[in-house]
């Protein structure tokens, strides 16, 4: 049986980001690799450090919870281009984490590679994205242009699950009702309704038989 784990933050915004203390800001950093923390002591802003530390935290979570005892997130590799991996031999454990506005979320699995994005809904300044988008997605966007959050998140999804150059990629994702072919593989996808303010889509590889939601406060995470 296919299973994949997500586990999501949805927080308050600054009513929650304070009650994270500076102390506990660093307590997470130093469980990181001396490449990733430097990323994050890059962030300028403490939003944007508890976000990306919170996303790691949920990681680390899944991981107990697959039951895989000796995961480390100093072992996690994080490439300049590809997402991040952790990699033992004998074992797979595939993951992906996004994050927008005041959502973060984290989906797993051991049997199927995953992929997810999670998007804010919010006012288009503008409806030309002829980099990511098809001519046929162009117009949909045009008669609905809140149509594009949806397009992108599943797009995203794919190409983060297939391990792809990113927004290069993304125009050549075709997309179909419940899932997506990217250089002739199918991937296949899911719609999550978590929060009406924002769009989420899975991509795994497989179809998936199950899928273990679990809601996580800040406060919560160790």
């Not at 072919?181 to 978590?194: G, I, N, P, Q």
């Amino acid at each position: 049986m296919n299973s994949v784990r997500l586990y999501y933050i949805k927080h308050a915004g600054e009513s929650d980001l304070s009650q994270i203390a500076p102390t506990l800001v660093e307590q997470w950093k130093s469980s990181l690799s001396v490449q990733k923390k430097a990323g994050i002591q890059r962030l300028l802003h403490h939003r944007d450090q508890v976000n990306s530390l919170a996303g790691l935290r949920l990681l680390k979570m899944c991981a107990m919870d697959e039951g895989i005892t000796d995961f480390d997130l100093k072992g996690v590799e994080h490439p300049p281009k590809g997402k991040p991996f952790w990699k033992k031999e004998g074992s797979y454990f595939s993951f992906n984490i996004s994050h927008s506005g005041d959502f973060i979320l984290l989906a797993s699995s051991q049997s199927v590679s995953v992929g997810v994005d999670v998007e804010k809904i919010k006012e288009l300044k503008r409806l030309n994205f002829k980099t990511v988008m098809s001519s046929e997605e162009l117009s949909q966007i045009q008669e609905t242009p809140m149509l594009f959050f949806d397009l992108w998140s599943k797009k995203e999804a794919v190409v983060k699950a297939a391990d792809t150059d990113g927004l290069a990629r993304m125009r050549d994702v075709n997309l179909s009702t419940d899932s997506a072919e990217l250089d002739d593989r199918k991937w296949y996808l899911k719609t999550l309704d978590l929060d009406e303010a924002y769009v989420i889509n899975l991509a795994t590889s497989e179809p998936v038989d199950e899928v273990i939601l679990k809601q996580i406060k800040l406060t919560e995470l160790d």
